[in-house]
Structure formats: C-alpha cells, structure tokens
C-alpha cells in the first residue's frame, strides 16, 4: 500500500521560510518520480514543482521559479520543498504526489498515482 505523508506546513510572515517533507512507503522510491501541488479554498489544485526519478531533471511552475526548491533523498524515501521569499496569499494546502513515469505532462494532475493528504501552509502579510 502506497503511502505519502506530509508534515512541515504552519503560519509564516510574508517573506518567510518554510520546508515541506514527504515520506513514502510502499513503493521504490528511485522509480518514482514526485512532485508537490498546492490548492486554496474553492480552487484547482495547482502545479507547485515536481523532480523526475532520476533526480537531474526539476521544473518548477513559473510562480514560484526561484523561490522553491524541490528534492529528494533516496536514503530516506522522502521529497523536500523548500520555500523561500513566501509572499501573502493566505492558506494553501500543499499535497505530495508521485509518479511512475519520468515524462508527460508533470504540471498535470492526471499524470500522477498517489496523493498524500496534505499540509497546510498560512502566508500572513
């Protein structure tokens, strides 16, 4: 059984930090690629980032594009999203999710398998 956690979400000042995990089991870890998707109340999910297995390859939807930084330690089984210059756009919750394939429409959420619960994360001005 797939499983997907994540943790790290809370309150931060605008321009504030936060890092997001997701631990995984139930799957190998290394063939998977991952990726993390936000969404507000009322809203569509939305493509945050997203790290091919392999680990080279990270793209970033253009909101966010050096701002955040995805990654992953095989070690532990785990993806990180690490969020900087946070701006105020009040509570998004943040979802891990993973696929088994390393090409395609990444920004899509029909590309991915599984879905963590969610983490959620308030930006206050």
């Known amino acids: 059984q797939v499983q997907l956690v994540e943790s790290g979400g809370g309150l931060v000042q605008a321009g504030g930090s936060l890092r997001l995990s997701c631990v995984t089991s139930g799957l190998t870890f290394s063939s998977y690629s991952m990726g993390w998707f936000r969404q507000a109340p009322g809203k569509e999910r939305e493509f945050v980032a997203t790290?091919?297995?392999?680990?080279?390859?990270?793209y970033y939807a253009d909101s966010v594009k050096g701002r955040f930084t995805i990654s992953r330690d095989s070690a532990k089984n785990t993806v990180y999203l690490q969020m900087n210059s946070l701006k105020p756009k009040g509570t998004d919750s943040y979802y891990c999710?993973?696929?088994?394939?390393?090409?395609?429409?990444?920004?899509?959420?029909?590309?991915?398998?599984?879905w963590g619960q969610g983490t959620q994360v308030t930006v206050s001005s």
């Open positions: 999710t993973t696929a088994a394939r390393n090409s395609g429409s990444y920004y899509m959420t029909g590309w991915y398998d599984y």
């Open positions: 790290i091919i297995r392999s680990g080279f390859r990270t």
